[in-house]
């Protein structure tokens, strides 16, 4: 299984982008998939997260009103719509997947998102 993210970019702060994170393989049958971000010097946190099936959301409180989890099933794809960008959202995003256990066990290569006036 491969993750793979797109829509990163230079947004100024109140700006609006959409994350994507395309998988592929032969089977992807994930339980749960996650948006995380990384900033230089910071550890990876949790961004949001959604239910395969079901679509339950979770966010983190910082994002809360702002960001949106979603998916599409078919395509084997979820998004990440982020609005009133701040220059705090700066940093590595990252998709992961959750298909067996607790803990992730894929990971996108990451896309930069750079919120800056």
């Known amino acids: 299984v491969q993750l793979v993210e797109s829509g990163g970019g230079l947004g100024q702060p109140g700006d609006s982008l959409r994350l994507s994170c395309a998988a592929s393989g032969r089977t992807f049958n994930p339980y749960y998939m996650g948006w995380f971000r990384q900033a230089p010097g910071n550890e990876r946190d949790f961004v949001a997260g959604?239910?395969?099936?079901?679509?339950?959301?979770h966010y983190a409180e910082s994002v809360k009103g702002r960001f949106t989890i979603s998916r599409d099933n078919v395509k084997n794809m979820v998004f990440l719509q982020m609005n009133s960008l701040e220059p705090g959202d700066t940093a590595v995003y990252y998709c992961?997947?959750?298909?067996?256990?607790?803990?992730?066990?894929?990971w996108g290569q990451g896309t930069q998102v750079t919120v800056s006036s």
């Open positions: 992961g997947a959750k298909v067996g256990g607790s803990g992730y066990d894929y």
């Open positions: 959604i239910t395969w099936i079901g679509g339950m959301t």
